[in-house]
């Protein structure tokens, strides 16, 4: 079956425009997560969604950055007024449920790079 | 709070040799634990977890894992690694009970040379 998916795969912008990273989970997956994966480091948590409701907005860096989910499916990750260090790789995951047992599986990614 | 730790930044093997990418966790109470891996310019892969019973946890590709509680310990292994194996792979933990994101080490570099 079809696994996540994240649009645009390339993203550049010029420094203070806005954008947006969709992303759509598996079909059936109530659970989405995004993560940023920046050069040579880590993953860093952003947000997570159960449904349309995001538990868990900790991991996001600033008020610039902003998630919606709708109908339980797609989400978007919107960045306003861009930074050069918003510079990264923003990866979309889905999991069945939120369960601790539950595998995340993750979508392509979209790399985002800020001028 | 839950920590992942890869003490290896690149493991460099020898195509048909044992392969072995470290991972050592922290967590308060019982963990699950997750390999991934990247190829370039690809998202993160799954490739195994443990969640409860045998300590031996078999994945894809011929990888495995073994679970050692007294060492906070989940190594990822292989008997015989090949050239396409090469890439970054992380180690990932949750605490039982807990929901939301997984926390991920900062990535082992594996090169496999022929």
């Known amino acids: 079956g079809a696994g996540v998916s994240q649009s645009p795969s390339n993203k550049v912008t010029e420094k203070g425009k806005d954008v947006e990273l969709r992303c759509d989970p598996i079909?059936?997956?109530?659970?989405l997560y995004w993560y940023r994966q920046s050069l040579g480091q880590g993953l860093e948590f952003l947000i997570y969604?159960?449904?349309?409701?995001?538990?868990?907005k900790s991991g996001l860096p600033s008020d610039r950055f902003s998630a919606e989910r709708t109908g339980g499916s797609v989400s978007t990750l919107t960045i306003q007024r861009t930074q050069q260090e918003d510079s990264a790789v923003y990866l979309c995951a889905s999991s069945l449920q939120d369960l601790s047992t539950d595998t995340q599986y993750f979508g392509p990614g979209t790399r985002l790079t800020v001028l | 709070a839950q920590s992942v730790a890869q003490p290896e930044d690149q493991v460099n093997v020898a195509e048909g040799n044992p392969l072995t990418v470290k991972c050592t966790y922290s967590?308060?109470?019982?963990?699950?634990l997750f390999w991934y891996v990247q190829y370039p310019n690809r998202g993160l892969q799954f490739l195994l977890k443990?969640?409860?019973?045998?300590?031996l946890v078999k994945g894809s590709y011929g990888f495995e894992a073994e679970f050692n509680k007294s060492q906070t310990s989940f190594h990822l292994k292989k008997p015989s690694a090949l050239v396409s194996d090469s890439a970054l792979y992380f180690c990932?933990?949750?605490?039982?009970?807990?929901?939301?994101?997984?926390?991920f080490g900062k990535g082992t570099k594996l090169s496999v040379k022929p």
């Open positions: 443990y969640i409860t019973g045998d300590n």
């Open positions: 967590v308060s109470g019982n963990p699950y």
């Open positions: 990932a933990v949750r605490d039982r009970g807990s929901q939301g994101n997984l926390i």
């Open positions: 969604f159960q449904g349309n409701s995001a538990p868990d």
């Open positions: 079909s059936g997956h109530t659970a």
